[in-house]
T-cell receptor, first 110, second 116 residues
Framework: GAVVSQHPSWVICKSGTSVKIECRSL??????MFWYRQFPKQSLMLMAT?????????EQGVEKDKFLINHASLTLSTLTVTSAHPEDSSFYIC??????FGSGTRLTVV | AQTVTQSQPEMSVQEAETVTLSCTYD???????LFWYKQPPSRQMILVIR??????QNATENRFSVNFQKAAKSFSLKISDSQLGDTAMYFC?????????????FGGGTRVLVKP
């Protein structure tokens, strides 16, 4: 079945810095991948749709300049949280191949 | 826009017993997919079961089965012979058909606690 690898599993960064999260499809080619955000004890909320070779599609209320998405190849999508603030601390998880998820990234901004 | 509702925030069950989680959804689509995911403390999203709306037969996966009522837009999950390892958050999810159909809409989740 489809396997999605996500790195890093957790990251701590200082306010004002940028953090990149990678999502790789290991055994399939992903023209589309999805990025979700999950706050503690809440459900997953779609942030954006990552499209290979074109611009990402962001959900309403998600800052495009804050959450930069790049999908330069059929096996790699990246989410960069720019100028991170403590309120950006959350669990970020990607999916591809229909309904397969990466293992998620716990981001803590201090 | 589709919406998914899980009306039970938390449920507890004794080991070896059965628990049923409810899920309702709202859509104008005729063909779509429904999912149940398990999210243990590791927060990995684990696919439990999948149902295609055009299939009348309810999906089953070992101890997990669903009761899919398309007309009522209901998609409940039954966990039989509950085990301690079933303790987790469970999310119901909806996926529309089509090229953009991989976008999932999740319910709010139900926390299941299996007691020894």
């Amino acid at each position: 079945g489809a396997v999605v690898s996500q790195h890093p599993s957790w990251v701590i960064c200082k306010s004002g810095t940028s953090v990149k999260i990678e999502c790789r499809s290991l055994d399939f080619q992903a023209t589309t991948m999805f990025w979700y955000r999950q706050f503690p004890k809440q459900s997953l909320m779609l942030m954006a749709t990552s499209n290979e070779g074109s611009k990402a599609t962001y959900e309403q209320g998600v800052e495009k300049d804050k959450f930069l998405i790049n999908h330069a190849s059929l096996t790699l999508s990246t989410l960069t949280v720019t100028s991170a603030h403590p309120e950006d601390s959350s669990f970020y998880i990607c999916s591809g191949g229909g309904y397969t998820f990466g293992s998620g990234t716990r981001l803590t901004v201090v | 826009a589709q919406t998914v509702t899980q009306s039970q925030p938390e449920m507890s069950v004794q080991e070896a017993e059965t628990v049923t989680l409810s899920c309702t959804y709202d859509t104008s689509e005729n063909n779509y997919y429904l999912f149940w995911y398990k999210q243990p403390p590791s927060r990995q999203m684990i696919l439990v079961i999948r149902q295609e709306a055009y299939k009348q037969q309810n999906a089953t996966e070992n101890r997990f089965s669903v009761n899919f009522q398309k007309a009522a837009k209901s998609f409940s999950l039954k966990i039989s012979d509950s085990q301690l390892g079933d303790t987790a958050m469970y999310f119901c999810a909806f996926m529309p058909p089509g090229a953009a159909g991989n976008k999932l809409t999740f319910g709010g989740g139900t926390r299941v606690l299996v007691k020894p």
